[in-house]
């Protein structure tokens, strides 16, 4: 019961920070229009923030080797990919349209659960509440007249790396077993070199060093836009400590299912505090999208099943298929440490969809 109850306090504050960081992190590259430099700043206060508090005892981060910073790479650059993509995103459309799409990872993560986490398929109720998600993200397309088609390919490109992230953070929580606030700091710290990399082969690093905005013009560093930055770069930490330990407890549609709901309150302020928003249609969609992703409940584990195995991923292709594919053959039964990931939380798993 402490842990349900934990857990239930974890998820409202990650919609909570979360809601709140899209808000500021929209005005930042609004403002700014230097989205990997942006990014940069965050991942260093992370860092920053993280560290001094381990040095001041105040938290404990632990078990971060050679072998654990290898793991975490590929999760940083899926990591990376991720918020690069949003921050482009948000630069180039609405928030609205930011959400909308965002709003469809529910139903790529329901299809990788069944394929290779161990999953059921959804529900009717969790299938009504996906059709409703995407007649919403539809609706909203429609009647988009702020996007263009390049907001569009940067949308498809953040699913991508949406559905990437998603899945293998899980396989790499269960792998690497590090307390949120160690995995926090490790992700954020490989993902410097990475978006410094990016930064300076696109040239924003150079254009930042002038004060530059990427398409060359002067920043203006106004209130709104340091206060916004500041914001970002604290709610950064809280949103990563807090996925790390939803993610620990909840499956990988079950985290995007939270991710889309908590944008309720980030339509709520953006409608509010300035014009650079969708209209009515648009805004009316996106509720749309959040109250159908409510209804969806997280599909259990399928008899038998811990969690990722290859002896049974891919339940609706013959097994000679999988096996020739996936190289299983000479892989041990499943149930065995090297075969399967056990996912520790199945039933509060079941419990906490929501």
Not at 286 to 294: P, Q, T
Request: net charge positive; charged share 15%; hydrophobic share 45%.
């Amino acid at each position: 019961m402490v842990r349900v109850y934990t857990d239930k306090h974890i998820s409202n504050l990650d919609c909570i920070i979360g809601s709140q960081l899209s808000v500021v992190n929209k005005l930042a590259v609004s403002d700014l229009k230097l989205p990997n430099t942006i990014l940069i700043l965050q991942f260093v206060s992370c860092c920053v923030l993280l560290g001094g508090a381990h040095v001041l005892k105040i938290i404990q981060i632990s078990n971060i080797n050679r072998e654990t910073f290898a793991g975490f790479i590929p999760l940083s650059v899926a990591f990376f990919g991720l918020l690069s993509a949003g921050m482009w995103v948000m630069k180039e459309a609405p928030l609205e349209t930011f959400i909308a799409f965002k709003s469809t990872t529910p139903i790529c993560f329901s299809i990788i659960d069944y394929l290779f986490l161990g999953r059921a398929l959804p529900r009717a109720k969790s299938i009504m509440s996906m059709i409703g998600i995407t007649l919403g993200a539809i609706y909203y397309v429609n009647g988009d007249v702020l996007s263009n088609a390049a907001s569009y390919a940067l949308c498809v490109v953040f699913i991508i790396f949406a559905c990437l992230e998603g899945t293998i953070a899980k396989d790499t929580i269960n792998r690497y077993k590090m307390n949120s606030w160690s995995r926090t700091f490790l992700m954020n710290l490989i993902s410097i070199p990475i978006a410094t990399g990016l930064a300076l082969f696109t040239g924003e690093l150079s254009h930042a060093g002038k004060f530059e905005d990427v398409h060359g013009d002067a920043l203006v560093f106004s209130n709104r836009a340091v206060f916004a930055l500041s914001c970002s770069c604290v709610f950064g930490v809280g949103m990563g400590v807090f996925t790390m330990l939803i993610r620990d407890a909840l499956s990988a549609t079950s985290v995007s299912v939270v991710a889309t709901c908590n944008k309720f309150l980030s339509e709520i302020v953006n409608y509010f505090i300035w014009s650079n928003h969708a209209s009515l249609h648009g805004a009316g969609a996106v509720f749309f999208i959040i109250f159908c992703g409510a209804f969806y409940e997280q599909s259990p584990l399928r008899k038998g099943e811990v969690g990722f195995s290859k002896k049974s991923m891919c339940p609706c292709l013959p097994r000679y298929m999988v096996n020739k594919i996936f190289h299983v053959n000479s892989l041990p039964k499943v149930g065995n440490v090297s075969d399967g990931i056990h996912d520790g939380n199945i039933e509060l798993s079941n419990k906490n969809a929501n």
